[in-house]
């Protein structure tokens, strides 16, 4: 189709350099689960309300549907393909939504895992109403958050503890 | 037992924490064509024609099909087991694509393209013309003479209509000195919302026609695809990989037929539907809203003389579960509260709303916010505290119901009763909140009761299978036709096939992937059925392969199998000693030169049981009078559901319907305009969800009466947590303002208008 365009970007994927040619009207989504099979990135409304494809572009999480492709040139993206170890076993934030029940349906968990991860890499204290707040783009209908609180929760602190 | 009871570990945590779990969009085919549906923009119309000309020739795409096209196979969408009585099957009123558009949404063509933006660009190329009918929306509405009508079979709209009749309510009202207390009781139109929207894709391979889908229900799903295309049931394959929750809108069978059906007529090449958010909410199911309208005749000790029910259920437009749900939720009402003289009425109402089907709870979320309000307008009317009456007219100890056979063997109400109240010290903040309050922040507590039952014996077969194969180094593998969907099952059939068989819970590997090709029979996830009727499922393959196994360790050892037993993977004696590992028994076996067995077991359970499961809600509120908006500081559901078989994971369940029995007291509704029938507010941002800032810790406490017909003692608790919060908050909001709601959700709106109308008086 004659007003097809495409534009070629680089950025870095869970530590790895990488590019392609991007349709300019994509979703990071859709580059993401279509280019590089990240299947971890969830479409769950494709308009920002649910959080289900969240994404830390330089570190800071961001509703990969309504991010378009093409804005990740020069970026460093993380899934939560990239926070497990080489040798496959769990950070300690993946291994708290474990320990603690967090995970049901398992849909929404990687975009939370993620956003936890960026409150974790900020290294700042959170009051439990502050952490709410923080985590309040997400939507879950499995555990009422309860157990996923708890799990940011304990490895939040656990990181300020280590660090402090 | 060694596993059953204790918390272990999810076996499918790993993978969703890595990203690694895969649900059907994950697996789709990147050359997959994508089929887009036209939905109606009429809530009742006949389809004249639609113009595919400019649609067609529209870039990429590669068919057209409209309701002018599609094969008259009537077909039913519940999600059933198929009954072979047909008085008893479920109503056939569905075909793949309509020209009667029965809701704004109603499916009228598909277009299929090489990509998602060619399907939807092509859409707005196909021109309907319509011939505009008049519509209802309203249930008691739709039932009155002259009211627009929907399908022929149902004269007057009513899909169904059933009834109890005890005693004599005419005499017994005469009774000198009771009180009567009426109300109405109305609950919304909501949504299932599980964050993975339905899809599925489907492709021919062999001539057979194989969906992958995001169902609770797989081989039901392929009994309805079979119907739909006219095909024999043995020439559909259906997948289902993980699934980002269901709650019972995956119940049904959504969009596989068409799907199926498109594969067809595309020489088999692989075609996907994925539904939007809109779609989910406009074009799925959604919780039928249900009228109650209920009078009791009280004595002043609490004791019921007689009682009325009626209710009136929206179907919306198509039969789905139909009258199951209003019938469900009307038979609970003389259970948990007996009565001698009751007339209970149930009719469940065709509209042009989108259909209504299952939804966490199959009518008893609707029947508790009635009755349970029903109990605190009755206990203030009679000036009893709502604690206190409950404890006096809730089912006894021993009651049983001729029906189904469900005793009620351990008390359950008062036991759950008791540990809520003292948990939450209920009694003396009733009585703390009863004072006169001031200021702006009012409080109050409240609570409230719930019935349930488990599975669907006798009104359906209950029937779940199983297949376990050893393998060499003495792992076991379990295949189930029953559903895993979030709600732990992998796990708890884990933990009960180690039990059954005598293996480590590592040695145990459920295979979650239902395949009907390799899966046995399994109902699927729905009635909270999966754990107790899967567990005799399991329990009786297990006995049969730890039976095998005996068998060839007897032969190895020279010892009587009665003297042999298995634990913890290994053959012992009677004294305990260990013989040899399973892995060992197991490669012998496998590649014995001279006796090769591939040690195997299979098992059909028919479940001729039910089980209660009962339990409560104990609510804290406070009222922002000024800003109308009413808080949750405290929420704790108790339940007795048997033994629980993993207490992390029945925790977790119980926060989840917690957390949606929140959302539907507070916040949640599907709203329509009067004028058209559009939906309003179909998405994430116009329907309030609950999120992370709105809920207080939620708390769960346990009763655990082991439920004797169980071989696991357990019983229902998918559900049941749904049940009961949202009128225990309701209640918790009259003693906080004096506002006997009558509507849920008590949104800002309705609080501002009740206190306009002088609400919050006698506070």
């Known amino acids: ?96 939504f474990v320990d603690e ?18 409150l974790i890499n900020r290294g700042e204290p959170l009051s439990d109403e502050e952490l709410r707040r923080e985590l309040a783009g997400h939507l879950c209908r499995c555990t009422g958050y309860e157990n996923i609180f708890k799990a940011v929760r304990r490895a939040l602190d656990e990181s300020l503890g280590k660090k402090g | 037992m060694g596993y059953t009871g204790k918390r272990m570990p999810r076996v499918d945590a790993k993978d969703k924490a890595a990203g690694r779990a895969k649900y059907a969009a994950d697996l789709c085919v990147r050359d997959a064509l994508v089929a887009k549906v036209l939905h109606a923009e009429r809530a009742h119309a006949l389809v004249r024609s639609i113009n595919t000309d400019r649609a067609r020739q529209a870039e990429g795409v590669e068919a057209v099909f409209t309701c002018f096209d599609v094969p008259k196979y009537y077909f039913p969408t519940a999600g059933h087991p198929w009954s072979t009585d047909p008085e008893h099957q479920d109503v056939a009123d569905r075909l793949l694509l ?34 505009d009918l008049p519509f209802v929306l309203d249930a008691q509405a739709a039932m009155e003479p002259g009211a627009p009508q929907l399908h022929e079979a149902f004269p007057g709209n009513v899909l169904g209509h059933s ?25 919304p139109t909501v ?32 009994r309805i695809v079979g119907q739909a295309l006219g095909r024999p049931w043995g020439d559909v394959r259906i997948i289902k990989p993980y699934i980002g929750g269901g709650f019972g809108n995956k119940q049904d069978a959504l969009y596989e037929p068409l799907c199926a059906w498109l594969t067809t007529m595309l020489g088999g090449r692989p075609v996907r539907i994925e539904c939007t958010r ?19 005749w009280v004595r002043p000790d609490g004791s019921f003389a007689a009682r009325k029910l009626e209710c009136w259920s929206n179907q919306g437009g198509y039969a789905s579960h139909g009258h199951g749900i209003a019938a469900k939720g009307m038979n609970a009402f003389p259970q948990i509260y007996p009565c001698d003289n009751l007339e209970c009425d149930a009719w469940t109402v065709f509209t042009n709303l989108p259909p209504a089907g299952a939804m966490r709870g199959y009518g008893i979320p609707q029947a508790t916010f009635a009755g349970e309000a029903h109990i605190d307008d009755v206990a203030r009317a009679i000036g009893m505290s709502p604690l206190e009456l409950r404890r006096k007219i809730a089912m006894p100890k021993g009651y049983r119901d001729d029906f189904s056979g469900n005793v009620n063997w351990s008390d359950s109400f008062r036991a759950c009763m008791e540990a809520g109240a003292k948990a939450t010290d209920f009694e003396r903040r009733f009585a703390e909140l009863s004072k006169p309050q001031t200021g702006n922040i009012r409080r109050g507590v409240g609570m409230a009761l719930y019935w349930y039952n488990t599975g669907v014996w006798p009104i359906s077969l209950e029937s779940s299978s199983c297949r376990m194969v050893l393998n060499q180094d003495g792992s076991v593998q379990v295949f189930t036709g029953e559903t895993e969907i979030g709600q732990g099952c992998d796990t708890v059939y884990a933990q009960m096939t180690a039990d059954a068989v005598g293996i480590p819970f590592e040695s145990v590997h459920v295979v979650t992937v239902q395949d009907t090709d390799t899966t046995p029979y399994g109902s699927g996830a729905y009635a909270s059925r999966q754990t107790y009727v899967g567990g005799f499922a399991i329990d009786n393959t297990g006995k049969i392969l730890r039976g095998k196994i005996l068998d060839y360790a007897a032969k190895l050892t020279k010892l009587p199998a009665g003297q042999l037993g298995l634990r913890e993977g290994f ?26 067995r591939h040690i195997t077991a299979e098992a059909t359970a028919q479940i001729k049981s039910n089980a209660y499961s009962f339990g409560c809600s104990f609510a804290e509120v406070e009222v922002d009078l000024r800003l109308c908006r009413i808080r949750v500081t405290r929420l704790m559901n108790v339940h007795d559901c048997g033994k629980l078989i993993n207490p992390q994971l029945a925790e977790a369940q119980v926060h989840g319907g917690m957390s949606m029995g929140m959302g539907y007291a507070l916040s949640e509704q599907l709203r329509f305009d009067e004028k058209t029938g559009r939906p309003l507010n179909g998405n994430l941002l116009d329907y309030k969800l609950l999120t992370f800032t709105d809920h207080p810790r939620l708390e769960a406490l346990f009763c655990e009466n082991a439920e004797p017909t169980s071989p696991f003692g357990t019983k229902a608790l998918g559900e049941p947590p749904a049940c009961p919060p949202a009128p225990a908050i309701r209640n918790a909001v009259l003693q906080a303002t004096g506002i006997a709601f009558g509507a849920i959700p008590m949104t800002p709106e309705k609080l501002f208008r009740a206190l306009e109308e002088g609400g919050g008086s006698d506070v």
């Open chain 1, 1 to 96: 189709m004659n007003d097809r365009q495409f534009k070629h970007i680089r950025c870095t994927i869970n530590s790895r350099a990488v590019d392609a040619m991007v349709d300019v009207r994509a979703s990071l989504t859709e580059l993401l689960r279509g280019e590089f099979a990240l299947t971890s990135v969830k479409h769950g409304c494709d308009v920002g309300e649910c959080g289900a494809c969240t994404v830390l572009i330089d570190g800071e999480p961001f509703n990969s549907c309504i991010y378009l492709a093409v804005w990740a040139d020069g970026k460093d993206i993380t899934t939560v393909d990239g926070l497990a170890e080489p040798d496959g076993s769990l950070s300690p934030l993946q291994q708290a």
């Open chain 1, 101 to 118: 029940g967090a995970i049901q349906c398992g849909f929404c968990t990687p975009g939370l895992i993620l956003t936890a991860q960026s």
């Open chain 2, 278 to 296: 809109e779609e989910t909410f406009h074009c799925n199911r959604v919780r039928h809203a249900i009228r109650s309208h209920i009078i009791s």
């Open chain 2, 191 to 222: 949504q299932h919302c599980h964050i993975e929207n339905h899809n599925c894709w489907a492709y021919m391979e062999g001539g057979r026609v194989t969906v992958v889908t995001s169902t609770q229900i797989p081989h039901i799903v392929r």
């Open chain 2, 571 to 596: 053959i012992e004696n009677d004294r305990g000693e260990r013989l040899m590992s399973l892995a060992e028994l197991a490669t012998e076996a496998l590649y014995s030169m001279e006796d090769s």
């Open chain 2, 98 to 131: 309509t020209d009667h558009v029965r809701f704004w949404g109603d499916d009228i063509a598909v277009v299929v393209a090489r990509d998602e933006l060619s399907a939807v660009k092509a859409l707005r190329e196909l021109e309907v013309e319509y011939e």
């Open chain 2, 163 to 187: 009834s109890i009749r005890r005693g004599d309510l005419e005499a017994a009202i005469r009774e000198p000195g009771l009180i009567r207390v009426e109300g109405w009781y109305d609950t």
